[in-house]
């Protein structure tokens, strides 16, 4: 579903936000369309276990929970930090995985840094058996193909697309989905230049770029600024984002059509990737920083 943002702004810009965050209630946004083509393959191999990986407050993790639940897998979430095991009833994340069946191992994170070893895929299967792999943020070739899927026919008013990034996969399927004409931007949430790399594994066209301004410190980092935003935002179109990805992301757009980024008449689409499971725990966070929480429909 687009839905139109009723905000005036310079250069008669228009701005229209996908809501993927409303394709599903637990398995929203580009979650949804990462897994559909893993967990079909996964039932052609015939596995009845996935895999998968994902820090303490993983919209992955929420996300393959309630999907293996939904679709009759079992789940096993390898989790980054191994100080959390204790601590399941604190992390409204962890703690919906776990009421939907995902079963935990807790890891340092030096170990976590190992996920992709061969060694370290190898003592999985030692311990839980034979299972499907799915990688951190679901991003394989599977992934991307149910990305592109995101883009339809009534996109190609657009001149611009626009998506928070993370793992890669999500854009990955918009820059192969997208017209000649629409120029597709990525909003990194994490700091570093290496995305760059790990978006050519899967992009077929050179119709993008990475704004890497706006990650606001790093990954999971916040600041009273962007907290004012999402809630301003959400006040004034009904719209709630979450502060790790779609926040940024919006955040970053506007900023660039106050500072005279885009051309005059440009119709920009903004893809809202979901992840506002996080914001409860989130907010936890702000409280005892004494931070004002973020408004959602929550």
């Known amino acids: 579903m687009n839905q139109e943002i009723h905000i005036s702004f310079p250069n008669h810009i228009s701005l229209t936000i ?7 209630p637990f398995i929203s946004g580009n979650k949804l369309r990462k897994l559909k083509y893993n967990l079909l393959q996964a039932k052609a191999e015939n596995k009845t276990t996935l895999v998968t990986f994902g820090g303490a407050f993983s919209n992955h993790i929420a ?23 204790d601590k399941i009833e604190e992390n409204p994340t962890l703690k ?18 190992n996920k ?33 899927e995101i883009l339809t026919e009534e996109d190609s008013v657009f001149n611009y697309v626009c998506c928070a990034v ?26 570093g230049d290496f995305l760059t790399n ?3 594994i899967f992009a077929k066209q050179d119709n993008w770029n990475l704004i890497s301004d ?32 779609t926040g940024k992301m919006v955040f970053g757009v506007i900023d660039l059509i106050h500072k005279n980024y885009f051309s ?24 005892q920083k004494k931070l004002p929480i973020l408004k959602s429909n929550g």
């Open 214 to 245: 706006y990650h606001f410190g790093g990954y999971g980092k916040i600041n009273l600024e962007l907290i004012e935003f999402i809630n301003t935002f959400f006040e004034e179109t009904k719209v709630p984002l979450d502060p790790i990805y």
């Open 18 to 24: 996908k809501r993927d965050d409303l394709n599903h």
């Open 264 to 287: 005059e008449d440009s119709k920009i689409l903004l893809l809202h990737t979901g992840g506002l499971q996080g914001i409860e725990g989130m907010n936890i966070k702000l409280k």
């Open 116 to 148: 992709s070893e061969i060694s370290f895929i190898e003592k999985l299967k030692e311990k839980f058996g034979d299972f499907y792999l799915v990688p951190e943020g679901g991003t394989n070739e599977l992934a991307v193909k149910g990305c592109e």
């Open 96 to 113: 919906f995985a776990q009421e939907n069946g995902m079963q935990f191992e807790f890891v340092t994170r030096e170990e976590y840094r």
């Open 166 to 191: 993370g793992t890669g996969g999500t854009i990955s399927g918009l820059i192969n989905s997208a017209l000649p004409n629409q120029k597709v931007l990525g909003f990194p949430a994490l700091k």
């Open 63 to 85: 996300a393959v929970a309630y999907a293996g639940k939904e679709q009759g897998f079992k789940t096993i979430g390898v989790i980054r930090g191994d100080e959390l095991f």
């Open 198 to 200: 790990e978006i050519r």
